[in-house]
């Protein structure tokens, strides 16, 4: 009687333990126009507005523990509109690969939140692969490709990748 019990609270146990879910998108669409164009800092274009605002729509129901971009304006502004709607400050981390893994990691081991992160085409993958997770596609994320919404799953330390897609499809 007790082994029964026994299984049935693991059971209970694992199937309760907590889910940390961290969403990862790349920046919307940038302008070619931005003043800011010169100095490598884009604002985001009329498309990557509307973008943002589908990201905002898609996620405000979640509840969101934190949410994370690099210093540039187009992955502050990609996620300016759930964090408005959240009352949350987006944290920034330096754009590059080893401080998106590192924060990838850290995020990894927080139990039972849900993070939003906006990166760029090159870290992003990345920062998938070095989960060990495998992607549909080789290298960087295509320079004209803004719909992804890399939803990454932790539970029991056993990691999942889910692909989607968000907004108007990228041609």
Same mark, same amino acid.
């Given at each position: 009687?007790?082994?029964?019990? /026994?299984?049935? /609270?693991?059971?209970? %146990? %694992? ?12 920046? $919307? !669409? ?35 523990? $934190?949410?994370? $971009? ?16 959240k009352g949350l400050v987006i944290k920034q981390y330096p754009a590059t690969q080893v401080a998106s893994n590192a924060l990838l990691d850290s995020l990894s081991l927080i139990k039972g939140k849900i993070f939003v992160i ?6 992003v993958p990345e920062m998938i692969r070095h989960l060990g997770l495998p992607l549909s596609f080789a290298g960087?994320?295509? !320079?004209?490709?803004?719909?992804? /919404? %890399? ?6 330390? !056993? ?13």
């Amino acid at each position: 009687m007790r082994y029964i019990i /026994l299984c049935c /609270l693991s059971g209970w %146990f %694992f199937a309760c333990s907590p889910v940390t879910t961290i969403y990862l998108v790349r920046h $919307a !669409e940038k302008s070619t126009t931005s003043s800011t164009m010169m100095a490598g800092d884009m604002d985001l274009s009329a498309a990557g507005n509307a973008r943002a605002a589908v990201l905002s729509d898609s996620l405000s129901g979640k509840r969101i523990a $934190a949410m994370f $971009a690099t210093p540039l304006q187009r992955t502050q502004q990609t996620l300016q509109p759930l964090a408005n709607v959240k009352g949350l400050v987006i944290k920034q981390y330096p754009a590059t690969q080893v401080a998106s893994n590192a924060l990838l990691d850290s995020l990894s081991l927080i139990k039972g939140k849900i993070f939003v992160i906006a990166g760029h085409s090159n870290t992003v993958p990345e920062m998938i692969r070095h989960l060990g997770l495998p992607l549909s596609f080789a290298g960087n994320i295509p !320079e004209n490709d803004f719909d992804n /919404l %890399f939803v990454i799953t932790i539970k029991n330390n !056993e990691k999942k990748l889910v692909q989607k897609t968000y907004g108007v499809i990228s041609p």
